[in-house]
């Protein structure tokens, strides 16, 4: 039998005809099954199974056995190792490829009727993201895998879908069946009202690839020019424009609330609880005592930025007085009970379902649960009587955890304190409400922080130095100031408790076998850990190849890279490298934190993902009612998938509204010069970043001068062939404003210092290339960003 491409299987396990998959079997090379497949077979078969695409499937594809796997195990190391192949948990897929489930959103109609749609993460250094037909007939075959019924999917929707590679189509490489649909969306645009002369207007886009759209007299409604505004797009035409018709007015865009509302509409996040939704809230009665522990007595604390209206966290720290573990401690933790309010499957819990998490912006915040719920009934008032899941935890003198055990509890915060006010009492300058507590409460959580630290210490998480910066609004919403908010050891106490907590609830659900949603983070690729490698050579600083990096294997480089002119460079790259954490009901332990079991449990308030373990362990422990469900534990994968991609949304959506509002700040300043620092380098230009302001903008190669820059990867550089001078990531730098656009958050700049003369080998042009000189590129497109 020729294996060279593994047959498919057909749903009633027999082996497909080879035509199914889109070529014959004389085109492949002869293969003897259980022999090692060269490499281009394994990228073949990779590509044409995605769904089949981890080591186990390979070896069981090409009948791999015995000494043989420590081959192919060789193998695929040095495919990912040159690029060919990345991973995605346990799965391999070719990069620029789609994995075997992805979220989609349906962007239009082909002229053969099918759906279009294009996948809803991709990077840009992939090309173009690629079409997906989505098979509209096999909507809803999952339903039964998920809570809510699926439909009849249409354009603008976003799906969850498992992907196929295409045996047929113009224009496609894929086809999708979708397993559910995620958000619904209406199908309006956003964008700013402009009138014209003689009636109607045009709608000008507020994202950077949009198109501008005409408004006929009869469709402006009650727009006046300036206004920002819903429409909806009308059939396009054969010639001109395409057509629009005004269906909401939002206010000004001059307004405080436009810049987050724009950013709000943009990434489809939504922002007005449903009616039936708002009911269940307001109808909800506060939890009894009945069937819990009566906590009250323990004078627990929150301690939460000064400005927070919810509380999800409180905490506690005492003396271990047994005499077995001399100088350990118990640390308490308790949080919000909200599995008791948001039950799965009804309204509260789809909506919350549906956001995946709140979304923070400098002027608003967009809450998963109504405010009746995330404020008031779940939120721990000081002084007041609150439900929550708490869990003691013993520590030895060390660090080492002796042991741990959850509870549900009814407790009553003793104080609301902000992190400044524990710090000053702990640092000798307490205040009326800090005092009182400072020898009781505040002193011996200090003692368990310093207990907890020795086991961090040992632990040696990732230790980056990328400060975070928060914008700060004048009563107008304008920009007043961006700060980089001190970092005190009362941020840190809260941070090692949140972990020990997440830690403990992963274990106990392990330990139950009970099926959860974990926060995973999974070691760096290979491919950028190669990356990372050369350019760390260009500084002198190296990174050991291994088996398996270690998080301290990256500390070790920061720590030498310390009040050194690269400092900053270095950990921009060091962030780079990372893959980005998601949510997984699959264990990949935590390579950020260095940690084998990590579960988000401690912010059931504004993170669905820490409801469903907090309804895994009130199930599994028999705590009472609100409980996971057979149903929800079968649609994990779904949920993980999700909240996932809602995170990633609502981040996106942060970071553009502090683009756009920086952008309107510094709109009336064109022309002047700005200190900045090289935050990115392409072949097209630099992105500089403005500390002060926290935003950054380009500058296209063609404005650099009359030299040809040559763009090297390892070095981070572009480099002049002529001069040898040249700018290189995390150069200070200064820079003239000379275009901003508001709307779309995008700055231009015109570079006034002068090159500087570029390390030996940045002039080799090994993996380079000539950068790109055209006309000036329009400013928007950004540099690679870290990912947490």
């Known amino acids: 039998?020729?294996?060279?491409?593994?047959?498919?299987?057909?749903?009633?396990?027999?082996?497909?005809?080879?035509?199914?998959?889109?070529?014959?079997?004389?085109?492949?090379?002869?293969?003897?099954?259980?022999?090692?497949?060269?490499?281009?077979?394994?990228?073949?078969?990779?590509?044409?199974?995605?769904?089949?695409?981890?080591?186990?499937?390979?070896?069981?594809?090409?009948g791999i056995k015995g000494d043989t796997r420590a081959e192919l195990k060789d193998v695929l190391r040095e495919l990912e190792e040159e690029g060919l192949i990345e991973r995605d948990k346990k799965m391999l897929r070719r990069p620029g490829t789609l994995p075997a489930v992805a979220v989609l959103e349906i962007t239009l109609r082909n002229s053969d009727g099918d759906l279009v749609a294009r996948p809803a993460e991709w990077l840009e250094d992939h090309g173009a993201a690629p079409a997906v037909i989505v098979r509209q007939s096999n909507a809803g075959r999952d339903r039964g895998k998920s809570r809510t019924p699926s439909t009849a999917a249409s354009i603008g929707d976003r799906v969850l879908a498992r992907i196929f590679p295409a045996t047929h189509g113009k224009g496609t490489s894929y086809t999708a069946r979708i397993m559910k649909i995620l958000d619904r969306r209406d199908g309006l645009v956003l964008g700013v009202f402009r009138e014209t002369p003689g009636g109607g207007g045009r709608l000008m886009p507020i994202e950077r690839r949009g198109e501008e759209l005409v408004v006929d007299r009869d469709f402006t409604g009650d727009a006046k020019d300036g206004d920002l505004v819903e429409a909806e797009p009308a059939r396009l035409g054969r010639m001109g424009l395409p057509r629009a018709k005004v269906h909401a007015v939002l206010g000004s865009?001059?307004?405080?609330k436009a810049i987050s509302m724009i950013a709000i509409h943009a990434h489809g996040i939504p922002h007005v609880f449903p009616a039936e939704v708002i009911e269940a809230a307001e109808n909800a009665k506060p939890a009894p005592l009945q069937g819990r522990e009566d906590w009250r007595h323990i004078p627990m604390i929150t301690i939460d930025p000064h400005d927070a209206k919810d509380h999800d966290d409180a905490v506690y720290a005492e003396e271990d007085p047994s005499p077995d573990n001399p100088g350990g401690i118990i640390a308490t933790v308790a949080i919000a009970d909200v599995s008791w309010y948001v039950r799965s499957g009804s309204a509260l819990d789809r909506e919350a379902l549906k956001r995946g998490n709140s979304a923070y912006f400098p002027d608003r915040v967009v809450p998963m649960l109504p405010e009746r719920i995330s404020n008031d009934l779940c939120s721990l008032r000081e002084g007041e009587d609150r439900p929550a899941l708490a869990l003691r935890m013993v520590f030895s003198a060390e660090g080492r955890k002796v042991g741990h055990k959850f509870h549900r509890v009814m407790m009553k915060s003793a104080a609301k304190l902000s992190y400044q006010q524990a710090q000053a009492a702990i640092d000798g300058n307490p205040d009326d409400k800090s005092g009182p507590l400072l020898e009781t409460v505040l002193k011996p959580l200090w003692k368990a922080y310093a207990v907890l630290k020795r086991e961090r210490d040992?632990?040696?998480?990732?230790?980056?130095?990328?400060?975070?910066?928060?914008?700060?609004?004048?009563?107008?919403?304008?920009?007043?100031?961006?700060?980089?908010?001190?970092?005190?050891?009362?941020h840190r106490l809260i941070e090692e408790f949140m972990i020990q907590s997440n830690v403990a609830a992963a274990e106990t659900l392990e330990k139950r076998k009970q099926p959860l949603i974990y926060r995973v983070h999974d070691e760096p690729s290979l491919a950028k850990q190669e990356v990372l490698r050369e350019f760390l050579g260009t500084l002198g600083l190296s990174l050991a190849r291994g088996a398996s990096v270690r998080a301290n294997s990256f500390n070790g480089i920061l720590s030498k890279a310390v009040d050194q002119p690269y400092q900053g460079m270095v950990n921009e790259m060091v962030l780079r490298s990372q893959s980005q954490a998601i949510y997984s009901p699959e264990n990949l332990g935590h390579f950020g934190l260095n940690l084998m079991k990590y579960a988000h449990f401690t912010s059931p308030i504004r993170r669905y993902a820490d409801l469903i373990v907090h309804r895994a362990l009130v199930g599994s422990l028999g705590l009472g009612e609100g409980g996971i469900t057979p149903s929800e534990e079968?649609?994990?994968?779904?949920?993980?998938?999700?909240?996932?991609?809602?995170?990633?949304?609502?981040?996106?959506?942060?970071?553009?509204?502090?683009?756009?509002?920086?952008?309107?700040?510094?709109?009336?300043?064109?022309?002047?010069?700005?200190?900045?620092?090289?935050?990115?380098?392409?072949?097209?230009?630099?992105?500089?970043?403005?500390?002060?302001?926290?935003?950054?903008?380009?500058?296209?190669?063609?404005?650099l001068g009359l030299d040809y820059y040559h763009y090297d990867e390892a070095h981070q550089a572009l480099t002049g062939e002529k001069t040898g001078l040249g700018y290189r990531l995390g150069d200070g730098v200064e820079v003239k404003l000379v275009e901003v656009i508001p709307l779309a958050g995008s700055m231009r700049f015109e570079m006034l210092s002068e090159g500087q003369k570029m390390p030996t080998g940045t002039r080799s042009f090994h993996k380079s290339g000539r950068a790109k000189r055209g006309g000036p590129k329009k400013p928007g497109t950004r540099p690679p960003r870290g990912r947490r």
């Open 1 to 62: 039998m020729n294996l060279a491409h593994p047959p498919r299987k057909s749903r009633a396990g027999k082996p497909s005809s080879s035509k199914s998959d889109g070529a014959s079997a004389d085109s492949r090379p002869a293969f003897r099954r259980g022999d090692m497949p060269d490499k281009e077979t394994i990228l073949r078969y990779l590509s044409e199974n995605p769904d089949r695409a981890s080591k186990r499937d390979i070896a069981k594809a090409f």
């Open 253 to 256: 865009v001059e307004g405080e």
């Open 458 to 490: 040992r632990r040696q998480p990732l230790d980056l130095d990328m400060p975070e910066r928060k914008i700060l609004l004048t009563p107008e919403g304008k920009v007043d100031k961006v700060i980089v908010p001190e970092r005190l050891d009362a």
């Open 634 to 703: 079968a649609a994990l994968e779904n949920i993980a998938a999700e909240i996932s991609v809602t995170e990633r949304r609502a981040m996106a959506a942060e970071r553009d509204t502090v683009d756009r509002l920086v952008a309107h700040h510094l709109a009336g300043r064109i022309g002047e010069a700005f200190d900045g620092r090289i935050s990115g380098v392409t072949k097209s230009g630099l992105f500089v970043s403005l500390p002060q302001f926290g935003a950054d903008g380009f500058i296209p190669v063609s404005t």
